[in-house]
C-alpha cells in the first residue's frame, strides 16, 4: 500500500521554465490537495480538490495551476517559475472520517523539493 | 480569515523533560483541530485530531492535547520526552467542510540524549 505519491522528489528549473509534479494516491480518497512547505511559515495550500472533476484556489494560488486528472491522480503545474517559488511541496489526500463536522483527516506523500534558480 | 498561531519555533529538551507546545487559531465557528509531525526523513503523519466532546484527547506515542474553546487554544502536552520524539510538529485547523486546513508555522523539537 503506497498511499501517497510524488514525483519527482527533486527538480532544479531556471527562471521561466515550466514543470509539472505528479501525485497519485491509492486509498481511494475523494479529495486531494497541494500544500507548499517554507521555513518558518509552514504549509500553506496552494490548490484542492474536494472531488474528482473540482478544483478550488487555496491560500496561495497565484503562479499555479492544477488538473484532477481522475479519482487517484492531481498534478500541480507551474507555467513560468520563478525563484519565490522555490520551495519543497507536498501532496495530500484525505478522508471525511466526520460527516458532521465535515472533517478531513490528511495522508502526506514524502514531498518534492524544488529549487528555481 | 483563519490563522494559526504556534508560540515557538525551536524548543531544545532534556530526555525525561516535560513537553508544551502552544498553538492558538483565530476562527470563528466550529474547528477541527489536529496535530501533524513530521519526523526526520518521514512523511507529515497525524498525531492527534479533535472533533468535539472530552476536551482532552489522546495520540500516538503518549502525546495529548486540551482544546480550550475560550482561549482558542489546542495546546500539545507529553510528560516525557524520548530522544525520539524529536521532530517538528504542526497545529492545524479545519473548518467545517473540512477541505481548507490551515497549518502553524510549526515547532521543531530538538531532545538531548
Known amino acids: 500500500n503506497a498511499g501517497v505519491t510524488q514525483t519527482p522528489k527533486f527538480q532544479v528549473l531556471k527562471t521561466g521554465q515550466s514543470m509539472t509534479l505528479q501525485c497519485a494516491q491509492d486509498m481511494n480518497h475523494n479529495s486531494m490537495y497541494w500544500y507548499r512547505q517554507d521555513p518558518g511559515m509552514g504549509l500553506r495550500l496552494i490548490y484542492y480538490?474536494?472531488?474528482?472533476?473540482?478544483?478550488d484556489k487555496g491560500e496561495v494560488p497565484n503562479g499555479y495551476n492544477v488538473s484532477r486528472l481522475n479519482k487517484r491522480e492531481f498534478s500541480l503545474r507551474l507555467e513560468s517559475a520563478a525563484p519565490s517559488q522555490t520551495s519543497v511541496y507536498f501532496c495530500?489526500?484525505?478522508?471525511?472520517?466526520?460527516?458532521?463536522?465535515?472533517?478531513?483527516?490528511?495522508?502526506f506523500g514524502a514531498g518534492s523539493r524544488l529549487t528555481v534558480l | 480569515a483563519q490563522s494559526v498561531s504556534q508560540h515557538n519555533h525551536h524548543v531544545i529538551l532534556s530526555e525525561a523533560a516535560s513537553l508544551e507546545l502552544g498553538c492558538n487559531y483565530s476562527y470563528g465557528g466550529t474547528v477541527n483541530l489536529f496535530w501533524y509531525v513530521q519526523y526526520p526523513g518521514q512523511h507529515l503523519q497525524l498525531l492527534l485530531k479533535?472533533?468535539?466532546?472530552?476536551?482532552l484527547v489522546k495520540g500516538i506515542k503518549g502525546f495529548e492535547a486540551e482544546f480550550i474553546k475560550s482561549k482558542f487554544s489546542f495546546n500539545l502536552r507529553k510528560p516525557s520526552v524520548q530522544w525520539s520524539d524529536t521532530a517538528e510538529y504542526f497545529c492545524?485547523?479545519?473548518?467545517?467542510?473540512?477541505?481548507?486546513?490551515?497549518f502553524g508555522a510549526g515547532t521543531r523539537l530538538f531532545v538531548k540524549a
Open positions: 479533535y472533533f468535539s466532546g472530552d476536551p
Open positions: 495530500a489526500s484525505s478522508e471525511l472520517v466526520r460527516a458532521v463536522s465535515g472533517a478531513n483527516v490528511l495522508t
Open positions: 492545524a485547523v479545519g473548518n467545517t467542510g473540512g477541505f481548507k486546513t490551515i
Open positions: 480538490s474536494a472531488s474528482e472533476g473540482t478544483t
